[in-house]
C-alpha cells in the first residue's frame, strides 16, 4: 500500500504576534493547498481564525499540533511575492507580518466573528445519523440560529467543544457564520436586448411597422427606449432601465426580447465605447522631455522625481506612462493622497482606461474592496491594470507590478499614524518597485527634502516641469502684514483689505475664491477674561474648541463635548470671550460681509456624511459656490477652472508648527493652496495674512522659490541631526498613571542609553502629553543614514519586550515609529 503523505502549513494570523504558526493538514486536504490561501484554524484556547498559508512542508515539528479546520477558498488570494512584502514593512516597521495581514486584507477577507456557526443551509434536518452532542448543537443553533464556538461550548458544558464542531462543519451540518463562509457572492441583474431575429435593420423596421399596425404604442417605446440606451447596437440594457409592465412582459413573452443574467460589478462602469485614446495627448516639449526621461529606461535608476509646478500637467503625463505600461498587458499603480481622491482624477483616468481602472479606497464598502482585490489579482477578463488608491492601494495583491506612480509625494497622508504598520507608503512603494523590477515616479510641484536631496545626490533621476500648461503665469503671490493692517485700521475682522478688494474683484468678475484657515471649529477657544484660563478637555491635555452647530465645546483628539459654559469653570467668572478664529466662523463672517454671494465650507465637520465631500467639490465645480472656506482639504491636487483669488486668512500658526519639518511643511502647504488659483486662465491671485512678514518661507513662497528653501533646509538638517542624514525612530509610552509611565519609560531610555548612547534623546512629555485619558511620553533614536539598523530594530525590540515582563508594567505600551515624520 502507498504511504500517505503527512504534510503541514505554516500559517500567518491576522494578530500582533510574531512569526508564523504551524499546523498539520488532515489527509482529504493533500494536494489541495498552496501559499496564499486562506484555511481556518483554532488558535489560543477556543477561538477560530482565517489563517494564510504561508508555507507548505513535511517538516513534523517536535511537539503535537492542531490539524486546519477547513480550507476557505479554493485557489491563493495573495501572492508569495506580497507576502514577502508585508515581511518587509513588519521588519522595517518594526511590528509583525500580523498587523500588516490585519490592514492589508479587506475587512470582507478577514474573519471578524470568527468563531461564529450556523446551521448549514443543506442540512436535511435527518437526526437520527447524529450523535447525542450533536443533536444538542442543532438544537441550540435552531434556537439561536447563529451562536460563538465558545458559547456553544458553555451551553454543552463542553471543554473541548472544537473537535465537535469541526466534524459536524465537516459533515456539512454546520458551516461558519457568512462573515467567515464570505466567498464574495457576485451581484446579478437582469439585461434585456433584442432577440436574434429582430437584429438586423431590416427586421427591426418589419417589427415596428408591424406593431405599429397593431397599435403597440406602449410596446414600440420601449423598444425606442432599448434602442437608445443600447446605442443602436443590439447591446444588452438592464432591465430596471426600461419601463416595467405589460408591454415588457409581452415582448418578452413573445420572443422579441430576452433577459440574461449578468454579473454586475460594484464599482461604476465607464462604457469602453468613448473611451479617450492617451496616445492623442499632445504633449508640450517641456512634457514631452519629461516623458521621454521618465518612460525609457534611459538611466539605471528605477526611482525618479518629477519635479512640476502646479497644473504644468503632471497628470498628463502620468496617463502616457500607464498607458505604456497597460498596452504592455503590465499593471501601474497610481497612489494619490487620501483627500485628493476625489471623482475628478479618477474620471480623468477612467476617461482613458475604462473598465481596466480600479479604485481601491477606505470609502468604499468591504464588498467593493473585495471585489478589487480579486480582481487587481486575477488574470484575464475583467481584471484591473490601473491600480488608483490612497496609501493602502500599495498592499493590493498585485499580478504584474510594472510602475508605481506617487503623486504629490510630499503628502503627509502617505504616512499611517495608527495602528501599525506606520508605514509610508511612498518609501514602502520603492521598495515593493524594487520586488518586482517596476519604476517608480514620485510627483509634486514641492518635493519632500529627502526625495529632491535623493534626486541631487544622484540616486534618484529628475525630471522638471517648470511651466504651468498653457503658459500660463503662476499667480501672484502678496503677503499682507496683519500687525501693520490693524495699526492702520484697515482690518475688518479677520480680513484685510487687500484680500477684501481682491474677493471683491474676483466675485465682480464672476470668478471663484478659496479661503484657506487650518483650524477648523468656529473660534478657537472660550477664554476666561479674569483668569485666563480656556477649558480643557478631561481626558486628554488639549484645550476644547468651539463648534457653533452644536452649540458645544469639543475636544478634537477624543470626541469628548461639553454645551458652552455660562461661567468660567475655575473662577466662576461669567466674562468669557471667543479667542482664536476657526474655519465655521470665516464662513460666517464672509456670509455677512457677502450677503449676496454663496459661501460654504469643506472641513472634517462638514464632510463627515459619505457623499458630502464629493457635493461640496461638485458645487464648486459647477460653480454654484462662490467662496469655499476650508482647512487643508482645499489644498490639495485640485483642478478648478474660475478660481481667481486664494486666501490664506492666517499663515502663522502653520509656520510655527513644532517640529523640524514646520518650515518645509509651510512652504508645501502655502505653494499647494496657492497652485489652486489661475489654473486656466491669466491673474490669479494669492493673499497670504500674517504677523511675520518678513520669514523666510514666505519670501520663498512669494519667489517660488523651491531651491532656496532646499538650501536652508538642508543645512539644518545637516547641523542638528535630522533626515536625510539620520534615520529617526520614535518609542511613545502610554499608560493610565503618570508615576508608572515615568519610572517604566525612563528605565527603558536607560537600557537604550547603554548601547545607543547619544542617539538616545528623552524621555519628555510630547506637545499634548494625554490623551484619551493615557499619559504619552516619548524617546526619540536618530541612528546614522550610513549605518544598517536592523540589528539595532531587534534589540529595541527586545528591550521593549523586557519592559513588559518587568513587574507592575506589562500594561505600558510601547510604541515604535520608524521614520515618524
Ligand atoms: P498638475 O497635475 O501638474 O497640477 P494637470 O495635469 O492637472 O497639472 O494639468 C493642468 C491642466 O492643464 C489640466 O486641466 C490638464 O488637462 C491641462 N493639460 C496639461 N497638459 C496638457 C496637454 N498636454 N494637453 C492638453 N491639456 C493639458
Ligand atoms: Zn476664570
Ligand atoms: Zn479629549
Redesign the pocket.
Known amino acids: 500500500m502507498e504511504e500517505v503523505k503527512v504534510y503541514y502549513v505554516d500559517v500567518l494570523l491576522p494578530l500582533h504576534l510574531p512569526g508564523t504558526y504551524t499546523y498539520r493538514v488532515p489527509r482529504e486536504y493533500n494536494g489541495q493547498l498552496s501559499v496564499g490561501q486562506r484555511v481556518v484554524v483554532q488558535f489560543g484556547r477556543q477561538r477560530l481564525y482565517s489563517a494564510l498559508v504561508r508555507r507548505v512542508h513535511e517538516e513534523a515539528p517536535q511537539w503535537k499540533v492542531k490539524y486546519i479546520m477547513a480550507i476557505l477558498d479554493p485557489q491563493p488570494i495573495v501572492a508569495e511575492r506580497q507576502m514577502e512584502f508585508w515581511e518587509w514593512l513588519a521588519s522595517y516597521y518594526m511590528c509583525y507580518p500580523g498587523d500588516v495581514m490585519a490592514v492589508a486584507l479587506p475587512a470582507g477577507m478577514k474573519l471578524a466573528s470568527e468563531s461564529a456557526v450556523t446551521i448549514h443551509p443543506d442540512f436535511d434536518g435527518e437526526l437520527s445519523r447524529l450523535s447525542k452532542q450533536e443533536v444538542q448543537v442543532v438544537q441550540l443553533l435552531s434556537e439561536h440560529s447563529v451562536m460563538k464556538v465558545d458559547d456553544i461550548g458553555c451551553a454543552l458544558g463542553l471543554k473541548k467543544v472544537m473537535p465537535l464542531i469541526r466534524t459536524m462543519i465537516e459533515r456539512e451540518i454546520i458551516v461558519m457564520d457568512e462573515e467567515l463562509k464570505q466567498r464574495f457572492v457576485p451581484r446579478t441583474s437582469t439585461y434585456l436586448r433584442l432577440a436574434e431575429p429582430y437584429r438586423s435593420e431590416e427586421a427591426i423596421r418589419q417589427l415596428f411597422d408591424e406593431l405599429e399596425r397593431k397599435k403597440r404604442t406602449k410596446q414600440v417605446e420601449l423598444l425606442m427606449q432599448l434602442m437608445q440606451l443600447s446605442g443602436f447596437g443590439y447591446e444588452p440594457v438592464a432591465k430596471r432601465m426600461l419601463p416595467q409592465g405589460s408591454a415588457m412582459n409581452t415582448l418578452l413573452k413573445n420572443n422579441i426580447l430576452v433577459a440574461e443574467e449578468r454579473i454586475e460589478s460594484r464599482i461604476e462602469h465607464y462604457g469602453d465605447g468613448d473611451l479617450l485614446d492617451p496616445r492623442d495627448?499632445?504633449?508640450?516639449e517641456e512634457?514631452q522631455a519629461a516623458f521621454r526621461q521618465l518612460s525609457t529606461p534611459h538611466s539605471p535608476l528605477p526611482t525618479q522625481l518629477l519635479y512640476?509646478?502646479?497644473?504644468?500637467?503632471?497628470?498628463?503625463?502620468?496617463i502616457k506612462l500607464i498607458d505604456e505600461v497597460v498596452r504592455q498587458g503590465r499593471q501601474a499603480l497610481l497612489l494619490l493622497p487620501e483627500i485628493a481622491l476625489t471623482t475628478q482624477v479618477i474620471n480623468?483616468l477612467k476617461r482613458y482606461f475604462g473598465d481596466k481602472v480600479g479604485v481601491y479606497h477606505s470609502r468604499f464598502s468591504a464588498s467593493q474592496r473585495v471585489e478589487v482585490w480579486r480582481r487587481t489579482h486575477a488574470d484575464g477578463e475583467g481584471s484591473f491594470q490601473v491600480l488608483l488608491g490612497a496609501r493602502s492601494a500599495l498592499l493590493l495583491p498585485f499580478r504584474d507590478l510594472a510602475l508605481i506612480i506617487v503623486?504629490e509625494e510630499h503628502d503627509t497622508s502617505y504616512k499611517q499614524q495608527d495602528p501599525a504598520p506606520r508605514y509610508n507608503a511612498r518609501d514602502a512603494a520603492v521598495y515593493l518597485a524594487s520586488m518586482w523590477k517596476a519604476r517608480v515616479v514620485l510627483?509634486s510641484?514641492t518635493p519632500s527634502v529627502e526625495s529632491y536631496y535623493n534626486a541631487q545626490k544622484g540616486k534618484y533621476g529628475l525630471a522638471t516641469?517648470t511651466q504651468?500648461?498653457?503658459g500660463f503665469s503662476l499667480p501672484e503671490v502678496t503677503v499682507v502684514d496683519m500687525r501693520e493692517a490693524y495699526k492702520n485700521h484697515e482690518m475688518k475682522g479677520h480680513f484685510s483689505s487687500t484680500l477684501l478688494k481682491a474677493i471683491d474683484e474676483a466675485l465682480a468678475h464672476r470668478q471663484q475664491v478659496i479661503l484657506y484657515q487650518n483650524r477648523r471649529g468656529f473660534s478657537l477657544h472660550l477664554e476666561c477674561d479674569d483668569c485666563h484660563q480656556i477649558p480643557q478637555c478631561v481626558h486628554c491635555d488639549v484645550s476644547l474648541v468651539y463648534h457653533k452647530a452644536t452649540h458645544s465645546l469639543r475636544c478634537h483628539y477624543c470626541g469628548y463635548s461639553i454645551p458652552v459654559p455660562t461661567e468660567c469653570p475655575s473662577c466662576h467668572s461669567t466674562h468669557l470671550r471667543m479667542v482664536g478664529v476657526g474655519t465655521e466662523r470665516i464662513e460666517e463672517d464672509l456670509q455677512i460681509m457677502y450677503p449676496d454671494a454663496r459661501v460654504a465650507r469643506m472641513d472634517l465637520d462638514s464632510t463627515l456624511q459619505k457623499n458630502q465631500y464629493l457635493e461640496l467639490l461638485n458645487d464648486f465645480q459647477n460653480r454654484r459656490i462662490d467662496i469655499l472656506v476650508g482647512t487643508q482639504m482645499v489644498t490639495k491636487?485640485l483642478?478648478f477652472?474660475h478660481v481667481s483669488v486664494v486666501g490664506v486668512v492666517n499663515a502663522d500658526n502653520i509656520i510655527n508648527y513644532p517640529n523640524f519639518r514646520s518650515f518645509e511643511r509651510a512652504f508645501q502647504q502655502l505653494t499647494q493652496v496657492s497652485?489652486r488659483a489661475g489654473?486656466?486662465g491669466e491673474g490669479g491671485r494669492v493673499i497670504i495674512q500674517t504677523f511675520n512678514p518678513q520669514h523666510q518661507v514666505l519670501s520663498d513662497v512669494i519667489n517660488n522659490d523651491y531651491a532656496g528653501l532646499f538650501e536652508e533646509q538642508i543645512q539644518e538638517r545637516r547641523v542638528f541631526r535630522y533626515p536625510p542624514f539620520y534615520r529617526l525612530v520614535q518609542i511613545t509610552l502610554k499608560h493610565r498613571e503618570s508615576m508608572v509611565l515615568d519610572a517604566a519609560a525612563d528605565w527603558l531610555a536607560a537600557q537604550l542609553r547603554a548601547t545607543f548612547a547619544w542617539r538616545v534623546m528623552g524621555p519628555e512629555y510630547p506637545l499634548v502629553s494625554r490623551i484619551r485619558a493615557l499619559y504619552l511620553k516619548q524617546i526619540t533614536l536618530r541612528f546614522e543614514k550610513s549605518e544598517p539598523i536592523a540589528d539595532a530594530k531587534r534589540v529595541m525590540m527586545q528591550m521593549a519586550d523586557d519592559l513588559s515582563k518587568q513587574e507592575g508594567w506589562s500594561n505600558v505600551s510601547v510604541i515604535f515609529d520608524v521614520d515618524p515624520y
Open positions: 495627448i499632445v504633449l508640450n512634457q512640476g509646478v502646479t497644473s504644468s500637467g503632471k497628470t498628463e503625463v502620468y480623468r503623486d510627483g510641484a516641469l504651468r500648461y498653457g491636487g483642478d477652472q497652485g489654473r486656466h
